[in-house]
């Protein structure tokens, strides 16, 4: 069974540019979260969503931040104008809707450099 | 205040012997669930092991033993005959609550070195 898969896995690009990242998630799984990660802020979740609807963005930093979820198989997270503090590790997860003892099954990451 | 504690940053350990990663966490609810993973230098976070608060018997996979103490609320990772390939950033993490949607807590994270 495959696993969480995210593309790209390396984005270089300069700053005021649109950034778009993608996830397909495990197929089955009811949720699915998106990270970011820092050295200075470690693992922040930043949206989830539970059967395509965004449940919580609360962690979405600024409005520059977007993520939609067309269809179980598929989400992006956009980021636009990209800023330099905007560079870190993205994070896609997924997991089934089992209560507490929900595993979340993480993508290998994008790791996004803006110059 | 924070609800997963990782007290040890770094910590180094002699391939082939055992190494406990500290992990205590912080609620009030009843049903939760602790999890471990494991950030290796490419950076994925790999799944190791969950542990229900309900459960009675500590969990078990493969090397990986989380050593569950409910009353002093600590989940410890404990790995057995260390290998090179467990050099790597380690977190705890914790789901609360009974409501979908509850979401992880992650910790700072401990950083694992195994030394040849």
């Known amino acids: 069974d495959a696993g969480v898969i995210q593309s790209p896995r390396h984005e270089v690009t300069e700053m005021g540019q649109e950034v778009t990242l993608r996830c397909k998630p495990i197929?089955?799984?009811?949720?699915l979260f998106w990270y970011r990660q820092t050295m200075m802020r470690g693992l922040e979740l930043l949206i989830y969503?539970?059967?395509?609807?965004?449940?919580?963005d609360s962690g979405m930093p600024e409005d520059r931040f977007s993520a939609k979820m067309p269809n179980a198989s598929f989400s992006t997270l956009k980021i636009q104008p990209s800023e330099p503090r905007d560079s870190a590790v993205y994070f896609c997860a997924s997991s089934l809707d089992r209560g507490v003892l929900d595993t979340q099954y993480f993508g290998p990451g994008t790791r996004l450099t803006v110059l | 205040a924070q609800k997963i504690t990782q007290t040890q940053p770094g910590m180094f350990v002699q391939e082939k012997e055992a190494v406990t990663l500290d992990c205590t966490y912080d609620?009030?609810?009843?049903?939760?669930?602790l999890f471990w993973y494991k950030q290796p230098s490419s950076g994925e976070m790999i799944f190791l092991i969950y542990q229900g608060s309900y459960d009675e018997q500590n969990a078990t996979e493969g090397r990986y033993s989380l050593n569950f103490q409910k009353a002093r609320k600590s989940a410890n990772l404990v790995i057995s005959a260390s290998q090179l390939g467990d050099s790597a950033m380690y977190f705890c993490?914790?789901?609360?609550?009974?409501?979908?949607?509850?979401?992880?807590?992650f910790g700072p994270g401990t950083r694992l070195s195994v030394l040849p």
């Open positions: 197929s089955g799984h009811d949720y």
């Open positions: 969503f539970n059967n395509n609807v965004p449940i919580d």
């Open positions: 993490a914790m789901r609360e609550g009974d409501n979908y949607g509850q979401n992880f807590v």
């Open positions: 609620t009030s609810d009843q049903s939760y669930g």
